[in-house]
């Protein structure tokens, strides 16, 4: 394209003003907008809409479930319908994720390699077990049971539906019967934990405490004390699974649950990326197996079921130059004799090995659950009662071996015979607790923009954001 000026020149030779027309290239044309990237902000921009509708009616609909005298079909009915939202506001949340790796030139193939998705595949996995027990649930309450059975059964059911649902996106509260986490109680768990597991150094002066998982000391305010099962389940829900020893103690606040370990190592361990096993051998004998169960000081090792996430590749430190993979096979460095039970470490690795198999189901060429339970941990129980242990075969399906897990069974009960979906529950409502909500990042930039102009104005006398 060109465009033709004039332009003036002076020449001595020539009148004082010479006129020229010149031609000059004009300005490079202005590529076309395709279609097919207006098509795909247009697509988002629906998903966000959808989105934000569908977050309004389980907000609207949740608070419409109340209990009138007693827990009734209707009233589980209406639960049912809130978690038939909240997975449709995950799948939601998952196209919206999709499309905006792909409107950044992303494949397919990649997006589902990202740790986003991953996540995305668990919870998706847990709302979809959600639904099923519920539903399940709605239809057995039709045959008669008894006044004990269906007591048991509310209260599954309300540890399940416990979880409220905050603005913007799928929160993660308390459970049915535990309220707020008590300040002073876990202030007390805390001072406890440090006396058994002797984690703080023997300089006071210098504030450090011992991280058994990543062998090293750190600052006091970087050691977390954390719970194995979780606090948020209940004292209640801790003695279905498990049972109570002769001494008949409560152990949600004990030592026996708990472990002083660094907050980022907490995290990776609540992830399920990686967990604590029993320091034997792959190819233990029978003796080898027996003794670990009988001695008193259980030791452990780490072991890492998510190499390919991109937090186990992180360092653990700015100086050692270690990242987290590196910690796969290590043995915990406990300063004392003080270990937690054996039983809550057997929890978590369960539920660890749900949420492998759940992410695992598109890789056909990894390894199921199953046989990660048999290498890493492969040492019988007691630890879980037998029917909670059975609900993880029955719910996930005995094709992938589930059933290998019920050696770990404590010994059966008169009613341990029929699967009961508690432990799942727990594990449901953990999963979702530890997943950071994609969803919550997934607003519109002008709304971004409206808000941060926001911050920088007030408001005048009539309502209005003035400068």
């Known amino acids: 394209m060109t465009v033709t000026i004039t332009h003036f020149r002076y020449h001595p030779s020539l009148t004082p003003l010479h006129f020229e027309h010149v031609s000059l290239p004009g300005p490079p044309a202005i590529p076309v907008r395709t ?169 006071a002066s210098c504030n450090l405490q011992w991280c058994p998982i990543t062998s090293s000391w750190v600052l006091g305010s970087a050691i977390r004390a954390a719970h194995i099962f979780p606090y948020s389940a209940g004292q209640r829900t801790m003695d279905q699974l498990f049972g109570r020893d002769d001494n008949d103690r409560e152990e949600l606040f004990e030592p026996e649950n708990g472990l002083m370990m660094l907050a980022d190592a907490e995290k ?53 130059g270690r990242v987290w993979n590196d910690l796969d096979g290590q043995r915990v460095q ?6 937690p039970r054996a039983r809550y470490l057997y929890w978590k690795f369960a539920v660890a090995l749900l949420r492998k198999a759940w992410q695992s189901a598109h890789r056909p060429n990894n390894l199921v659950a199953a046989e990660l339970g048999e290498e890493y941990w492969g040492i019988g129980g007691p630890w879980i009662r037998r029917k909670y242990l059975l609900a993880f075969a029955e719910y996930l399906g005995h094709a992938v071996g589930w059933e290998n897990l019920l050696e770990a069974a404590a010994e059966p009960e008169d009613d341990d015979n029929e699967p009961d979906p508690g432990g799942l529950v727990v594990a449901v409502e953990q999963i979702r607790k530890n997943h950071t909500q994609v969803g919550q990042g997934l607003v519109r930039r002008g709304r971004r923009r409206r808000r941060r102009r926001r911050r920088r104005l007030a408001r005048g006398p009539d309502g209005r954001w003035i400068a």
């Not at 609540?270 to 029993?278: A, I, K």
């Not at 233990?284 to 072991?303: G, H, I, N, P």
Request: charged share 35%; aromatic share 6%.
């Open 334 to 339: 406990f300063k004392s004799d003080h270990r």
């Open 268 to 320: 990776r361990i609540e992830n399920g990326w990686m967990v604590l096993v029993p320091d034997v051998p792959i190819d233990a004998t029978t003796a080898q197996l027996d003794t670990w169960s009988k001695v008193k000081v259980k030791e452990y090792k780490q072991r890492v079921l998510c190499p390919e996430n991109a937090n186990m590749k992180q360092y653990i430190d700015q100086i050692g």
């Open 35 to 203: 279609s097919s990237k207006r098509v795909l902000d247009r697509d988002i921009e629906d998903d966000l809409g959808q989105k934000r509708s569908v977050e309004r009616d389980i907000e609207a609909r949740r608070k419409r479930i109340k209990a009138k005298g007693s827990f009734d079909a209707t009233y589980w009915a209406g639960h049912k319908e809130v978690a038939a939202l909240e997975l449709k506001r995950h799948q939601l949340v998952r196209k919206i994720s999709m499309k905006q790796f792909l409107g950044q030139g992303g494949e397919d193939e990649a997006w589902s390699e990202q740790d986003t998705a991953g996540t995305l595949r668990e919870e998706g996995k847990a709302l979809e077990m959600k639904n099923r027990i519920l539903a399940e649930h709605i239809e057995r309450m039709t045959f008669p049971r008894t006044d004990e059975a269906r007591q048991h059964r509310t209260w599954v059911m309300e540890l399940l539906t416990a979880t409220p649902v905050y603005k913007g996106g799928i929160g993660a509260g308390g459970c049915a019967g535990q309220g707020p986490r008590d300040s002073s109680a876990q202030s007390n768990f805390r001072k406890k934990l440090e006396n058994a597991c002797n984690s703080k150094h023997p300089d």
